[in-house]
């Protein structure tokens, strides 16, 4: 069938069984892609490098310049190793047979070691690979010590499994994704179209000015509000920026940011991975003396940006005791939760409970490659780091605001919240503070003596209204008081319920409505 489509017979050509009426060789122009990227494609790439400027960049290699076929990879080295400037990167931008055009980002290059020719890998924590047709992002997960290949008898390699390899002509290549770019069990047709190999159309490399990373959007600010309730980001100050120090550390942090007692302490971390962490601590990196070991903090808290995830320490007292630590040059929050190397350019993210005594747990679903970008979270590069000092605010004169106080009301029947007689109100998160004082213990118990069941008249009903550290509001109703006396312990109420009122939900009892209501001297469970 092909020979017919092709020749018009199924008559072999090659056995002279065809007549050729008319013979000629042409010479012409070979069609070369100009530009190499469209406008929008550079606009996407752009975005994706953090506001780039790639409408006219530095080109130090076009293979359309270079017809010295097996000296290609030698001049592109040459041409584009050891030109990179602080702030600037290197792109190297190649449109293959397959349609697809892969760019890779690095912020070192393949610069030669003039004393060492031989073929070794390149750390550059901030390496990426990226496909612009598809517009997709293949960030470096893990194994940043072999970011890039040097390889003379090669031309520019990615990755310890060859990830993205070109030829020495600069004309094929082949393609491994998974290994240390993207992520695990990645198609990896999606690169390049085909694991196999392919041709490639056309070759620049580009420097750039590389505009790093804006460490927080208002977008990010605004939603971050609504997780540290008791500070205020709007009226934050910096206290601590890495991109002007000279010599960034985490003694520098500890020497402008420490002991401010009335502030909050929030860390903003940009990583090589594209996560943006913000690490928020109520009593501060070394709220007491430097070298104690761990820091207790009820309202520490991880929170990725870019996800819009939050992470809390455990429930338990010794997470609660250990959630910041600073026994170690290095910042943690946890044992080895969240933990910035002395010079602020590393870090690791171990984000569940282990025996060893780290602090901080999540869900088992919740993946450390979710939080920080990096499989088993190790290994991630700091592209950006600032400490924050964030003024504490008072509590509301409102414990509900009116949108609240509505929905609840009409949850609840109808009911009508606008005048409740108020039986008691304490700001318990500086009762939480003095932990085991006496005055926290009569702060916490103060309100027995105000609102227990013999304060409810006939018809009335007890709402107990909780603002959490975490954003969240919890209303407990119950129809039977705070219990008071010798009538400690669990209570029936079949009325009781919880709602919470910043995400609308409410909650009843669906079995043991005996265990309804639970009043110690202690505290109160509803």
Known sequence: ????????????????????SHFEAWLVPRVVPTPILTDEEKRWLGAELNGAELSAPTVCYDRRNDPWKDRRSAHFFKSCGGKLKKGEMLLTVAWLSTGKKVVGKSITGFSPDRSNTAARYIVDNQAALFEVTSRTAFPLFQQEGNALYYNPSYGPIYGRGHDFLMNKQLESGSCNPGNSYGWQNIDKNKLCGNVGGWGVVAFEAW??????????????????????????????????????ERIPSTKGIHANCDNHPDKATLMLA?????????????????????????????YAGLHELTTNRSMYPHPTAHCVDRAINNARTSLQFGSVAFDVSEDLKNGE??????????????????????????????????????????????????ALTSKEINWLASVMGDVDLSAPRVCHRSNFRDDEMKWGSDEGKRGQLAWYKDCHDKKLKRFEMMLIIVSLSTGKKVVARTYTGALGGSRNGWAADFNARLYEVTG??????????????????SKTNN
Not at 1 to 20: F, V
Not at 504 to 521: D, H, I
């Open 504 to 521: 609308g939900v409410e909650m009843r009892p669906f079995r043991n409505t005996q265990y309804s209501v639970n009043t110690y001297a």
């Open 1 to 20: 069938t092909r020979k017919l489509q092709l020749c018009g017979t199924n008559a072999a050509p090659h056995k002279w069984n065809i007549g050729i």
């Open 207 to 244: 420097i750039v000015t590389d505009p790093g990373l804006a460490i927080v959007s208002s977008e990010q600010i605004a939603w971050l509000q609504t997780r540290i309730p008791y500070a205020s980001l709007n009226d934050a100050t910096v206290c601590y920026d890495a991109a002007i």
């Open 270 to 298: 940009t990583l090589s991975t594209r996560r943006q962490i913000a690490a928020v601590s109520e009593t501060g990196f070394n709220s007491v003396k430097y070298g104690t070991s761990f820091s207790k903090d009820l």
């Open 349 to 398: 993210a171990l984000l569940t409970c282990y025996d060893n005594g780290t602090t901080w747990f999540v869900d088992p679903a919740q993946k450390n490659f979710e939080f920080s970008g990096k499989l088993h979270g190790k290994g991630f590069g700091i592209v950006n780091l600032q400490v924050w000092l964030l003024p504490k605010t008072p509590p509301p004169e409102k």
